[in-house]
């Protein structure tokens, strides 16, 4: 089917204004947060189940490659349309369907934007727990296909653990609906399948999250430590001595400055690194755990640990965590955001290897990442229009990856594989591993029409 015709049909499926194939449309789709870039042949924006239905209907019956996306902050290539064909954009399926408060349930359509749930959870008492630091924009569509995190997910788990049912669209335009409501369903667990699938297998047209009560009290500390080993010592002690906080996240040295030049934190720029520790729950007896804290804190060489007395200085130590990645623009003009994770005692160790790795191929490396989980977040400083620095860029990517999973981690904490991180997936799946892998890919999906090319490398000599 030519271009012409495959737009000619999809306007007769979604309203014709939003079906977009003008070049303008076309490049503005072509990228993500990640380095990849792919032009796809037509956007649609659908309305319902049943507009995406069809178009992964005409998709499958064509053999044409079709994506789903939400807001593209994604950072490992997952809504590249390497192999062009037709992009679903969930931007206006945008619906709090059902806020059901005696089943601590909520129902929404994936485009919902994140934080705009929060907020309104909040209101009424409650939360939704997954916070990726993108949660201004990112959609709980995307959240529901990389599996995201976020700072609050050492206490509470990531998106699978807060996701219990979807309807979802199958590659011939099926629509079915996995899990739900109740507690535990029989049958295989597909939703867990399917969250974390990055698009590959299903699109999710309908999302009921697990609600929880917002907590009574929280309490919000800044650990500032002459050394990262220092910093990270606590992470791991914290958690030994039994107290999980909701966030332990560490920020180091580089990040503080670039952070200190956008938004004025207070952050203490001659120190190494600082840890942001969120304690949550009942008032009682948080006192005393924070004490609890703090005595560890100073058993591994503390500086100092400041407490937030307000909500207020609360939201700048938090404001400078959420927008440390897009400070990092004032080191240099792009970045690559590692993701890999590490059994959290391994953090000091690890941590020095990569700033090494670093030094070898002489690019900047700042961190900021979720510590109490062992998900380190290098994030490698560097100018895309330069070709000998973003060839370095790839190789420092790979061989930090390598330093996780050598030390007993993986290669993604949250971001995912996508297109990026394909042939790291050597690194920690056997062959047979991958093949398992292919199986599913190709039960759910034959005819691989469904985000091509992603999370799982194709042929076994692609690994
Ligand atoms: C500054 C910044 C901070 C970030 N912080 C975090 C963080 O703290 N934690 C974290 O986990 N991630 C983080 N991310 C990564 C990213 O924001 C998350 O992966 C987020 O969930 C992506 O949401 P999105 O709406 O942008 O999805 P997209 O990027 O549009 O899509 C992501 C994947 O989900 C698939 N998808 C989209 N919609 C659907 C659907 N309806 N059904 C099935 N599959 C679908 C896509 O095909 C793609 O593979 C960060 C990114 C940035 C740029």
Known sequence: MDSAELIDRLQKIVEPGYVLSSEMDLILYSYDASLEKAKPDVVVLPDSTEEV???????HKEKIPVLARGSGTNLTGGTIPIKGGI????????????????????????????????????EKGYVYQPDPASQKVSTLGGNFGENSGGP???K???????????????????VVWLGGKSQDNPGYDLTGLLVGSEGTL??????VLKLMRAPEGVKTMLAVYETIEDGANTVSAIIAEGIIPATLEMIDNIVMRAVEETIHVGYPLDAAAVLLIELDGMPDGMDDKAEKIMEICERNSVREVKLANNEAERAVLWAGRKGAFGAVGQV????????????RTKLPEVLSKVIEAGKKYDLPIGNVFHAGDGNLHPLIMFDDRDPDELERVHKLGTEILKICADAGGTISGEHGVGIEKLKETSFIFSKSDLEFLRQIKRAFDPHEIMNPGKMVPETEAMQ
């Not at 239905?53 to 998709?59: E, F, Q, R």
């Not at 969930?90 to 359509?109: A, Q, Y």
């Not at 979802?168 to 099926?174: A, I, K, M, Q």
């Open 87 to 122: 992009i679903v954009h969930f931007s206006r399926m945008n619906r709090i369907l059902e806020i059901d408060i005696p089943n601590r349930t909520v129902t929404v359509e994936p485009g919902v934007i994140t934080l705009d749930l929060q907020n309104l959870l909040l």
């Open 202 to 207: 299903a699109m999710a047209t309908k999302i």
């Open 152 to 154: 609050h997910c050492l």
């Open 332 to 343: 240099r003009p792009s970045y690559l955001c590692c993701d890999g994770t590490v059994p």
């Open 156 to 174: 509470y788990g990531v998106t699978t653990n807060h996701v219990l049912g979807a309807e979802v669209v199958l590659d011939d335009g099926t």
């Open 53 to 59: 239905s069809k178009v992964v209907a005409l998709a």
